[in-house]
Every structure is written in C-alpha cells, then in structure tokens.
C-alpha cells in the first residue's frame, strides 16, 4: 500500500518562501509521476504542479516562475519549492503519487501566506 507523508508546510508573510517535501512508501518510487495539487476553502482540487519519472514538468500558469517541483528517487521523495508567496497561494496541499492507473494521495499539508 502506497503511503505518501507531506511535510513543510506553515504560515508565511506574502513574498516568503516554503519548500514542501512529500515522502513515499509502498511503492517503487521512481516509477511514478509525483504531483502536488492544492485545494483552498469552497474550492476544488487543481493541479499545482507536476513531476514524471522522466523528469518533464508542467505547472499552473498561476504558479509558473515562482515554484519548483523536483525530486530525488534515492529519498523517495518530491519537493515542491514556493518562492514570492502570495496569499492566494493559501490552501491545503496534497502530493499524488500516480502509477499507471492507480493514483495515491497524501493527507495534505496547510500553508497560509498572510501578514
């Protein structure tokens, strides 16, 4: 069973930077595309940013410049780097494991940009 653990989130002044970190298990990492999806109140789910096992990344246009997915199939692990923060960047954050069809999701990470 796939088992995905965020870490790094908080609160941030805007124009502050995090960097989210999701942790996986269960799987054979390297294969998967690893996501990060957001979701804010009274809103759905979208796609923050993504990340194959070849390394091809596409992102939101509303994050484009300002964040960075990565990750290091040696620690299981995808980073999502948050630079120039703006309050509507606030949301719960979710990573995504996908392989093949099967999809698995974190329980989320809070960060709240506000002054």
């Known amino acids: 069973q796939v088992q995905l653990v965020e870490s790094g989130g908080g609160l941030v002044q805007p124009g502050g930077s995090l960097r989210l970190s999701c942790v996986a298990s269960g799987t054979i990492f390297r294969f998967n595309t690893m996501g990060w999806y957001r979701q804010a109140p009274g809103k759905q789910r979208e796609l923050v940013a993504v990340i194959t096992s070849g390394e091809s990344t596409n992102y939101a246009d509303s994050v484009k410049g300002r964040f960075t997915i990565s990750r290091d199939n040696a620690k299981n692990t995808v980073y999502l780097q948050m630079n120039s923060l703006k309050p509507e960047d606030t949301a719960v954050y979710f990573c995504?494991?996908?392989?093949?069809?099967?999809?698995?999701w974190g329980q989320g990470t809070q960060v709240t940009v506000s002054s």
């Open positions: 995504k494991a996908q392989f093949g069809i099967t999809a698995s």
